[in-house]
Nanobody
Framework: QVQLVESGGGLVQAGGSLRLSCVHS????????RGWFRQAPGKEREFVAV????????TYADSVKGRFTISRDNVKNAVYLQMMSLKPEDTAVYSC????????????????WGQGTQVTVYS
């Protein structure tokens, strides 16, 4: 059974930083894409970042580019999201996911999802 568990969310002042972690179990191939998505209250879930099996392949949403960094450790079955210069508009539930293929920014291309971790940024 595949499980993804996120951690690292919390309450932070604007301009601050957080590092989210997501550890998965259940024998997922490391070649499938790992993504981070977020959903703010009253809004649709949106793409944040994706990383291929190699740390050299990454894509970011325009809204987080230059502030967030996605990385992964295939030995630890983990993916991370380092978030810097946080803004109130970054407030959302952040979820990690495992793709159906090697690389995608589309929510529909992701098969397994974590339960999410709340990030709240106050001004």
């Amino acid at each position: 059974q595949v499980q993804l568990v996120e951690s690292g969310g919390g309450l932070v002042q604007a301009g601050g930083s957080l590092r989210l972690s997501c550890v998965h179990s259940g024998g997922i191939s490391s070649r499938y894409a790992r993504g981070w998505f977020r959903q703010a209250p009253g809004k649709e879930r949106e793409f944040v970042a994706v990383i291929g099996w190699s740390n050299s392949s990454t894509t970011y949403a325009d809204s987080v580019k230059g502030r967030f960094t996605i990385s992964r450790d295939n030995v630890k079955n983990a993916v991370y999201l380092q978030m810097m210069s946080l803004k109130p508009e970054d407030t959302a539930v952040y979820s990690c996911a495992v793709g159906r293929n090697y690389y995608s920014t589309l929510i529909t291309d992701y098969k397994y999802w974590g339960q999410g971790t709340q990030v709240t940024v106050y001004s």
